[in-house]
């Protein structure tokens, strides 16, 4: 049997006047799959109950659930969600200064291997169908309004997985989460993060991408971010560089750039520079992020002293620098690693 949320809206249109339905009702039912975020067919309480027997007849509707809830004293909360066939990823609410956001994963592991990221030593296991990208989005909104008492007002992909190795998926859940006639969340509260897929900011800036932008870099030295983002060798700095050039010819989107520093690795003075002379081209935000040392991890973080000048160096050369004060540190609320925990 077929998944409800696996066909499109001209296929229902057919079932429901295949089944003497009249058209008007593929709209509710559409409604509630994608703008109420219902979970079955029987919280459909507006149709009748035996239009409501035909589509639980003829379709499965599946739906993950939340497994865990972990709560960090800075009042972040991480969650294991657990999808149909019993893949297992995490999803987190960050609540700051009136806001909610969500870091949604987008795939289950991931195949890109950064040396310094839990859910690279998983491996990649299988992309989200977008229906779970948007469960992921439902089941945390729900959450949230619990915990704290509001919507998410902010959605990052920054949990596990590479999107724009997802891209497919990830479009169609952005255009639920966005559309006026679904989520309706407006697209400037929504980022897109990658590792550094050439060819998906490319077909990104070609689709006229409305969200936010952020490039994973960590390091604008050629051998350096080899050695500690594998995604490197096919997709060069250079490479990665003139793709962000276009992506901002063709947007006009300011692009952030995440840095995580590194102790000893990418955190000298002169990675600094090298980190200048690449944003060069384009308009950007930096975020510093902070190392969450993962267990069996090879890195440490960078102390202040080294932080401060690698900091200094950046707003000598007029850059916008944000240095991101790390969550959810007591909950490894660093991606991959409750799940890695929990198998
Ligand atoms: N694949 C995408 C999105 C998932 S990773 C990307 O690479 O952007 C989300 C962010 O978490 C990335 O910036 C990643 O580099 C960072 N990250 C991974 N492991 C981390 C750790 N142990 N501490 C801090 N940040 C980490």
């Not at 499109?8 to 799959?33: H, I, M």
């Not at 035996?50 to 599946?62: E, G, I, V």
């Not at 995440?258 to 000298?268: G, M, R, T």
């Not at 000048?309 to 991101?324: G, H, K, T, Y």
Request: hydrophobic share 40%.
């Amino acid at each position: 049997m077929n998944d409800i949320r696996n066909i499109n809206f001209d296929q229902l249109v057919s079932f429901l006047k295949e089944n003497g339905e009249k058209p008007f009702r593929a709209k509710q039912v559409w409604t509630w799959l994608w703008k109420r975020g219902a979970s079955s067919f029987e919280e459909m309480t507006d149709l009748s109950v035996s239009l409501r027997q035909k589509l639980s007849d003829n379709y499965t509707f599946q739906h993950a659930e939340i497994v865990e809830e972990v709560s960090s004293r800075d009042k972040t909360t991480k969650y294991l969600l657990r999808f149909s066939d019993g893949k297992l990823v995490e999803g987190v609410l960050i609540p700051s200064k009136g806001r909610v956001t969500a870091c949604l994963s987008t795939q289950v592991g991931c195949p890109l291997h950064c040396a310094f990221c839990a859910t690279g030593t998983m491996g990649f296991i299988r992309n989200l169908h977008y229906s779970e990208v948007i469960d992921e989005f439902v089941l945390l909104n729900n959450r949230s309004q619990e915990i704290y008492n509001q919507r998410i007002t902010n959605i990052v992909f920054m949990g596990m997985g590479e999107p724009l190795l997802n891209f497919d998926n990830m479009m169609t859940a952005i255009d639920i989460l966005t559309g006026q006639d679904y989520f309706g969340l407006s697209p400037a509260r929504i980022t897109l993060s990658t590792a550094g897929i050439v060819k998906g900011i490319k077909a990104l800036a070609d689709r006229n991408f409305r969200c936010g932008l952020a490039i994973s870099l960590h390091s604008a030295d050629p051998m350096v971010r080899r050695a500690i983002m594998p995604v490197t060798e096919r997709n060069s700095l250079h490479d990665l560089q003139a793709a962000l050039v276009y992506y901002h010819e063709k947007t006009g989107e300011r692009i952030t750039i995440e840095y995580l520093l590194l102790s000893k690795v990418n955190d000298s003075e002169k990675a600094a520079e090298q980190l200048t002379r690449f944003c060069r081209p384009f308009p950007v935000k930096i975020n510093i992020i902070e190392y969450n040392s993962t267990s069996d991890s090879l890195f440490y973080k960078s102390d202040p002293t080294r932080r401060q000048n690698f900091v200094a160096v950046l707003e000598r050369c007029n850059m916008v620098v944000n240095i991101r004060q790390s969550k959810g540190q007591d909950i490894a609320a660093a991606c991959g690693q409750l799940v890695r925990q929990t198998n």
